[in-house]
């Protein structure tokens, strides 16, 4: 495809003008191991889904008092359909409470949420109850809050891509010019930073497609605590790991 020269380029200055940052301005959470905490306790799966939206709530004190801006959370991967239906009921029927109960509280907290992903998966009520919580809270700044929901990153990218040919066959836009920034601009995400650190709990080292385009130059983690588990000190150890990351954006640290 035409990217053309210069693309890297415009990726790579905007990081070498600046000092490599000691607090990430975006964490992105793969939270990971409900099942392994519920199965380690003899509980059903969904005690441990449960334990993990209480993970959530302090996962999102954890970031308003450590003043991150951007906190993203992995709720409901696209290849989390394939669960068995009763555990995908358990999900849906966990977000859907999440947003009924606790939104008010994040719009008291000044958080702006927003989610990402093909919410209209989830049916009509869970879709206009996400775009009613998007609207209550779009003008808070403290806190973006971004839940990805049925989201999956090669999609994303596919979609991204299909509505950039689209908009080249409307001749709204010349493929020749397109650039890293234009594309970033059809994917969910448009207009949020990339992610600076992703963390994924349970010890499980993989990036289950999420966020493949913005987490291009991300730091990762992979803490062993499981989700349910995961406290505002386990969100503090990772800020401080970060805070040690040498971050290069492919460039040398020696000159
Ligand atoms: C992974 O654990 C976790 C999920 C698939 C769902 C994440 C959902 C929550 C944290 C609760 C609901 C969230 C909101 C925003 C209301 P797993 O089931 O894959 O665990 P395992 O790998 O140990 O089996």
């Given amino acids: 495809m035409g990217l053309g020269k210069g693309v890297t380029a415009e990726v790579i200055e905007p990081a070498l003008d600046q000092p490599p940052r000691q607090v990430p301005r975006h964490v992105a959470i793969i939270m990971d191991g409900n099942g392994r905490w519920a199965a380690a306790r003899h509980l059903p799966r969904v005690a441990g889904h449960r334990a993990g939206a209480q993970a959530v709530r302090r996962t999102i004190e954890a970031a308003i008092n450590k003043q991150i801006s951007w906190l993203t959370l ?50 009509p ?3 206009r109850e996400l775009a009613d919580a998007e609207a209550l809270t779009a003008g808070n700044t403290r806190l973006n809050l971004t839940v990805a929901l049925s989201y999956g990153g090669r999609s994303e990218i596919v979609a991204a891509a299909r509505a950039v040919a689209e908009a080249a066959r409307a001749q709204k836009l010349d493929p020749a010019t397109l650039t890293e920034a234009t594309f970033s601009s059809f994917l969910f995400t448009a207009g949020m930073p990339d992610p600076d650190l992703v963390i994924r709990t349970s010890g499980e ?35 401080a790991d970060y805070g040690t990351r040498d971050r290069r954006y492919g460039t040398r640290s020696e000159p």
Avoid at 212 to 229: C, I, K, S
């Fill in 74 to 123: 992995y709720a409901f991967s696209s290849e989390n359909w394939q669960r068995p239906e009763d555990e995908i009921s358990d999900l849906t029927g966990l977000l859907r409470h999440y947003l009924r109960h606790e939104v008010a509280e994040l719009h008291r907290e000044r958080v702006r949420l927003r989610a990402i992903g093909d919410r209209a998966r989830f049916g």
């Fill in 125 to 127: 009520d869970i879709t």
């Fill in 205 to 239: 080292r993989r990036v289950s497609n999420f966020l493949l385009w913005q987490a291009a130059y991300a730091e990762y983690l992979f803490p062993e605590v499981l989700w349910p588990d995961f406290s505002a000190t386990h969100f503090d150890s990772a800020l």
